[in-house]
């Protein structure tokens, strides 16, 4: 789905069982991943389609809608599912290696009657948990990919790459497009545009990113805003040509 504007949540809510309408069998199940992709609160987004699925499945739809929900909620089953063999697992290993660690740290520590090295335990804690975070992660990123690859992105290309910073920079600018004081107390334009958005844009979008990580473009983008001097009279100007052009 996409905007002209921003949606509320009214708005949203109607688009994203409306477009429901238009996906049969296994495309409706990419439907509902490809949003819990984009969206930034997993659980939230869960409990969102659960409820209001549940709400409309209440009021009798015609019968080919009602499957097309039916299967929305047989998806939301899965992925409890997922969740509830997962947590004991993760919890089970994360608990075995920390208190693995503590006790060897421990028992060093008595050997030789000394307190025992709580930063050094703690950083064998890190450096043995991380691997499996980060690959856990990875994993994440992987079947996040592969549900966005299935919809269509743009295929944004830049002449000179020489101007991604510049891009970065102007896209920031964007993000932080504020009113003047006088007129509407420091209002912004957008009431949520992070980082995390910008980085999403750039990943779907700009061939120039998309074999990057989030995690990845987030770091580009905050060096190129790091590199922003605000003092340039450019930068300046631009700030003040955005400002004039929503506000005045």
């Not at 109607?14 to 991943?33: A, C, M, P, S, T």
């Not at 896209?171 to 995390?196: G, H, R």
């Amino acid at each position: 789905m996409y905007f002209t504007s921003a949606p509320n949540n009214i708005r949203y809510t109607n688009y994203i069982f409306n477009k429901l309408h238009q996906y049969d069998g296994y495309d409706v199940i990419r439907f509902v991943e490809f949003h819990l992709a984009a969206y930034h609160e997993k659980a939230d987004f869960v409990r969102f389609l659960k409820y209001e699925t549940s709400q409309r499945l209440k009021t009798k739809p015609g019968k080919a809608f009602k499957i097309k929900l039916e299967s929305v909620l047989d998806w939301l089953a899965e992925k409890q599912e997922e969740q509830r063999l997962l947590q004991p697992e993760v919890k089970t290993y994360l608990e075995h290696q920390v208190y693995k660690l503590v006790e060897e740290g421990v028992s060093k520590s008595s050997s030789s009657f000394q307190q025992p090295d709580t930063q050094n335990i703690t950083k064998e804690i890190v450096d043995t948990l991380s691997p499996y975070l980060n690959n856990l992660v990875e994993t994440t990123e992987e079947k996040m990919k592969a549900v966005t690859d299935a919809y269509i992105t743009g295929h944004i290309q830049i002449n000179n790459h020489n101007h991604l910073e510049k891009i970065l920079q102007l896209l920031y600018l964007i993000q932080n497009i504020t009113a003047p004081k006088e007129l509407a107390k420091s209002e912004q334009v957008f009431k949520q545009f992070s980082a995390t958005d910008i980085a999403s844009i750039l990943h779907l979008h700009f061939e120039a990113f998309k074999n990057k990580k989030i995690n990845t473009i987030q770091g580009n983008i905050k060096a190129a805003t790091d590199n922003l001097n605000f003092k340039n009279l450019k930068v300046q100007k631009l700030n003040e040509a955005l400002e004039e052009f929503f506000y005045s």
